[in-house]
């Protein structure tokens, strides 16, 4: 699996003319080597991968990433990159420019002196949007722990109970099912925080007929679930159905549309028009979706400055909302695996407004 990634790479880093390339996104770094220790760098060229970490991971290095070879960084880590550098001659070295802070950058540039620095962006995030079957194994049995601790805490669900205490049911219950931990912090906004889309859990007490947004995840063996539904503590007047039935309609419709080869744009489009017919356009403000992966956000986006084409093996979020002042929002999130057909829906949970 990692000697495929790593070919994928460097035919890429051949196709661009770029000689090495320095990693020191954590993400990308596990995705190329399978090292999961909290300190390392990567740097690949078209022979070699050397993975550059300190004496606390060297075993546990070579024992995760035998296709690289370890390396002791010194305590100025770009002293360890400038031997390696002039061992094998390098004149270019790509780094990650969406990663790399200015300050790193000015350390690399002034210890790599004599060498071409080359900011990349995106290359190895091109190669992680479009997932394998081990990948998409581990996305499923996260999803399924999100399904099921929605399916769990709606028996604490009343009035009086804090969102804070949802929220940490949310991440036992996941926890218990094997989840590492949630894939982020857990949202949980009731009543007027409903509309604060990332309304993250206090100590407000849940009150009777208001709506309770909760959008959470699970981290399982280092890939992540993101889930998102609204229900109602009580009974819902007029306005929350209301608001409900369009964020739903939109949800419904982006799915049926989206597939294959149509882009971020045209599916956020697909859900924007149907709110925005019904008056309620300028209530949602965030896009219609993301991949979803090894972190909780990347690529692909469903919005409407993405232009690139939906491909087989993506996976992504779609989840409308309506967020307004003073009453509340709505948010109806699913995970989808794009297929050569068009779709599979990874989200199980029922999606009928719950009046708890």
């Known amino acids: 699996m990692y000697n495929s990634r790593l070919n994928k790479l460097r035919k890429i880093l051949n196709e661009k003319n770029i000689e090495s390339l320095l990693i020191t996104n954590p993400a990308n ?17 078209a022979e070699e991968a050397f993975l550059l970490t300190d004496f606390r991971y060297l075993e546990q290095s070579r024992e995760e990433a035998p296709l690289f070879e370890t390396i002791e960084r010194d305590k100025n880590f770009f002293n360890t990159a400038a031997g390696l550098v002039d ?38 995030k091109e190669i992680r949007s479009v ?4 990948e ?25 109970i804090r969102e804070r205490e949802l929220a940490a049911e949310l991440e036992y219950h996941m926890r218990l099912q094997g989840a590492d931990k949630a894939s982020f912090d857990i949202i949980a906004a009731s009543g ?12 407000k007490k849940l009150q009777k007929n208001e709506m309770v947004v909760l959008d959470f995840g699970a981290l399982y063996k280092g890939y992540c679930s993101d889930f998102t539904r609204t229900v109602v503590v009580g009974k819902a007047n007029d306005k929350q159905r209301e608001i409900y039935d369009i964020v739903l309609k939109a949800q419904l419709e982006a799915l049926e549309f989206i ?31 993301h991949g979803v992966g090894m972190e909780i956000h990347e690529e692909p986006m469903l919005r409407k400055d993405h232009h690139e084409s939906l491909a087989p093996g993506m996976v992504v979020t779609v989840e409308p909302g309506i967020y307004i002042q003073g009453l509340g929002g709505v948010r109806i999130e699913d995970m989808v695996i794009i297929t050569q057909e068009g779709r599979e829906i990874l989200t199980k949970s029922t999606k009928k407004l719950l009046e708890i």
């Open 259 to 289: 597939g294959p080869g149509k882009t971020g744009h045209e599916v956020d489009r697909r859900a924007r028009d149907v709110i925005s017919d019904m008056g309620y356009g300028e209530y949602f403000g965030h896009s219609l979706g």
């Open 87 to 124: 061992r094998y001659e390098v004149k270019e070295l790509a780094f990650e420019a969406d990663h790399l802070i200015f300050d790193q950058y000015q350390a690399l540039k002034d210890t790599l002196t004599g060498l071409t620095l080359i900011p990349s962006r995106g290359i190895i």
């Open 136 to 160: 998409l194994a581990l996305i499923r049995k996260a999803v399924g722990m999100a399904d099921s601790a929605f399916e769990h805490i709606l028996d604490f669900i009343r009035p009086g």
């Open 29 to 45: 770094r596990t995705y190329l080597s399978g090292f999961t220790g909290t300190s390392g760098s990567l740097l690949i060229t």
């Open 192 to 203: 007027y925080r409903a509309a604060l889309p990332h309304g993250k859990a206090t100590d």
């Open 131 to 134: 997932k394998d079957d081990e």
